[in-house]
């Protein structure tokens, strides 16, 4: 579950544009934050922040290192510092690349993800009879997650009519301490290439 962090209003003072790895921090964004450029990782973060009234938005590909490359490209480290919107549980890109290059980067943690602690009923349901085609994973805390809440509900044997679909290697990983029927990794690390795959799997069903 997502909850937005209290008090997490963006200092925009000496700020030249706002850095978006996430759609959970579309909301963060104020009046002002709306009229600076945005850079946005993945066309689906993107078109959240279009949709909350951002005028300049530019999308990267699906990792934080495109993102960094973007910006790199777009913006000079003199004209003012990068503010990334961020959750609580954030990774080393684009800050670390950017920081790197010479550019002042700040971090302001605006929502964070409350980790599940069991699945809906009509989940362990749908997996113990083995009724469940696919798993979407987007993010390696997710799926490290669903690993340990089907260990928790002794699911281990039941997913092997059921494919994982993982955003990125990173995602992947800690699926491969369970029996998939699969582990499919999307081509590239954005929402429509895991929907790519799954439109696959299912063709295959």
């Excluded at 959970?24 to 909350?52: D, K, Q, Y």
């Amino acid at each position: 579950m997502i909850e937005p962090l209290p008090h997490a209003v963006p200092d925009l003072a000496g700020v030249q544009a706002i850095m978006l790895t996430s759609a959970n921090a579309v909301p963060a964004l104020g009046e002002a934050a709306r009229r600076l450029p945005v850079f946005a990782v993945g066309e689906a973060t993107a078109a959240a922040a279009r949709g909350a009234g951002c005028m300049a938005v530019v999308s990267a590909g699906g990792a934080g290192e495109e993102l960094a490359r973007l910006v790199a490209a777009r913006c000079r480290p003199g004209d003012g510092a990068l503010l990334h919107l961020c959750g609580q549980e954030v990774r080393p890109e684009p800050a670390s690349t950017l920081a790197a290059a010479g550019f002042a980067v700040r971090q302001l943690a605006v929502y964070r993800a409350e980790t599940a602690r069991a699945l809906e009923p009509g989940t362990i349901e749908a997996l113990r009879r083995r009724q469940v085609d696919a798993v979407l994973l987007l993010s390696p805390r997710t799926a490290r997650t669903f690993a340990l809440l089907v260990g928790r509900h002794g699911l281990e044997a039941s997913l092997g009519a059921t494919a994982a679909i993982c955003l990125s290697a990173a995602v992947a990983a800690p699926c491969r301490a369970l029996v998939w029927q699969a582990v499919h990794t999307a081509a590239r690390p954005e929402l429509t290439a895991v929907l790519e795959v799954l439109e696959a799997v299912r063709r295959r069903c």
